[in-house]
């Protein structure tokens, strides 16, 4: 009877708790050339950016405070005397037909009030001190906006300081007829007044209303407790005393009667 071959020995197999325990090889191998190759990556400037940067350094030149690429965004920020002029080269050298907004900016820490004042649970913690974004400001006030172009596939958001003691701006609508409402908004929410506006008036506001509701200053009815303007028969406030009541004609007739009457 012929020997039965003899079995070659297999090599052991590792148990799931070893394998966790020791990556393989290769594993690591790879680990080590992604990291060394994100280290030595560079990544390659947007062409269109640089075309975009190139055009607006070309055109306003000293206009220009500073020009910041934030997130794939170009964001530049010009000296308020150079408001609208940024506008109208944007609009006929840039090629940007569609304005996104303007609205303004108060850096100013909001408010923080009794039970406020211990503590901050919103997520990312608000500052306390002022704090400014991309491109920098001079104070507490910055007016922007957004346009960008429908053909060009491009876009740029424009920023400009405003004087905290008269915060006003010139107005995009002789350029942008669309900022009409944007602009009669900020002037409503944020006080700042937009000069050459063809009808700055209240949008969502009674024309009695006291104060700009985005402003970090303006009181929140949570603190201080003040009838809505444009009511009628509205209670006294506490601690005010209530008005005397108007007596009417048909009220004075009829005492009159019960006097003749008696």
């Not at 609205?103 to 400014?132: H, N």
């Not at 922007?144 to 053909?151: E, K, N």
């Not at 008269?166 to 669309?178: L, N």
Request: a negative charge; proline letters at 9%.
């Amino acid at each position: 009877m012929p020997d039965e071959p003899t079995p070659e020995p297999s090599e052991p197999v590792p148990s799931p708790e070893a394998a966790d325990e020791q990556p393989s090889a290769e594993a690591a191998s790879t680990d080590a050339a992604a990291s060394g190759a994100a280290e030595e990556e560079t990544v390659a400037a947007d062409p269109r950016l640089e075309e975009l940067g190139t055009l607006i350094d070309a055109a306003l030149g000293d206009a220009i405070v500073e020009r910041v690429v934030n997130r794939g965004d170009v964001v530049v920020r010009v000296r308020p005397d150079a408001w609208r002029r940024a506008a109208e080269f944007a609009r006929s050298e840039l090629d940007c037909d569609f304005l996104s907004f303007v609205s303004a900016i108060d850096w100013k820490p909001a408010a923080r009030e009794g039970d406020e004042a211990g503590g901050d649970t919103s997520a990312p913690v608000q500052p306390t001190e002022m704090t400014f974004g991309s491109a920098g400001s001079a104070g507490r006030w910055q007016v922007f906006a957004h346009v960008q172009s429908t053909r060009r596939h491009w876009g740029v958001t424009f920023k400009s300081d405003v004087d905290d003691s008269d915060p006003r701006a010139e107005s995009w609508v002789s350029v942008y007829a669309g900022a009409d409402w944007h602009e009669r908004e900020c002037w409503e929410m944020f006080g700042i007044t937009f000069d050459g506006h063809p009808d700055l008036r209240h949008l969502y506001l009674p024309s009695q209303f006291e104060g700009h509701p985005l402003r970090k200053d303006f009181p929140l009815l949570a603190r201080v407790v003040k009838p809505w303007p444009g009511l009628v028969d509205v209670e006294p406030m506490p601690g005010e005393a209530p008005e005397p009541a108007e007596v009417g004609a048909g009220d004075a007739a009829a005492g009159d009667a019960e006097g003749d009457g008696g």
